[in-house]
């Protein structure tokens, strides 16, 4: 199967600070999606991706798709106690198989 | 309405229940997902189907039965599970476009004893 790597693995920050994760891979994807997971439940889609070199901000979140379609960051600004979670990128081909990178979770101290 | 709803929350079975997991979408999509998630790790992919036909079955052991009733039920059958089943079971839904957005549930905690 596809490899995505995510990285960091984990973060410590101090409220306020401005975080930033990326997702790579030695595959081409058609689509990047961004989720945030809470403990115990379904990850929550943050943002979706569906061109090279597309930026989209969703809030304090900002996520862009690779030019070469093989990566995708995700930078979270002004962090927040609510941002702490795990977070997981996932590449897309087709319908089908959606590939997730390992997650980043997220600590944030207030 | 991007909701995907999953019943039970919890489940505990011992491992001579047969019990099932229920999913529901009512997105208009056409695939539909189970996946099984343990602790601090990522979803990992056990059935797709595709227009209500099992098109992806990733090896899972045959004690775990999917049914796709109608395009906007998903049920997962389990029986004589193992201890080592236990996990977050999420089910997911996508369109089957060129904007390939995947959709999850909740999950359903499942326990064997």
């Known amino acids: 199967g596809q490899q995505l790597n995510q990285s960091p693995q984990s973060m410590f920050i101090q409220e306020g600070e401005d975080v930033s994760m990326n997702c790579t891979s030695s595959s081409i994807f058609n689509t990047w999606l961004w989720y945030k997971q809470e403990p115990g439940e379904g990850p929550v889609l943050l943002i979706a991706l569906y061109k090279a070199g597309e930026l989209t901000s969703n809030g304090r979140l900002t996520a862009q798709f690779g030019i070469t379609r093989k990566d995708s960051f995700l930078n979270i600004s002004a962090s927040i106690p609510s941002d702490v979670g795990i977070y997981f990128c996932a590449g897309v081909y087709n319908f089908n198989k959606f590939y997730f990178g390992s997650g980043t979770k997220l600590n944030v101290k207030p | ?113």
């Open chain 2, 1 to 113: 309405d991007t909701e995907v709803t999953q019943t039970p929350k919890h489940l505990v079975m011992g491992m001579t229940n047969k019990k099932s997991l229920k999913c529901e979408q009512h997105m208009g999509h056409r695939a539909m997902y189970w996946y099984k998630q343990k602790a601090k790790k990522p979803p990992e992919l056990m059935f797709v189907y595709s227009y209500e036909k099992l098109s992806i079955n990733e090896s899972v052991p045959s004690r775990f039965s999917p049914e796709c009733p109608n395009s906007s039920l998903l049920n997962l059958h389990l029986h004589a599970l193992q201890p080592e089943d236990s996990a977050l079971y999420l089910c997911a839904s996508a369109g089957t476009t060129n904007t390939d957005t995947q959709y999850f549930g909740p999950g359903t905690r499942l326990t064997v004893l």
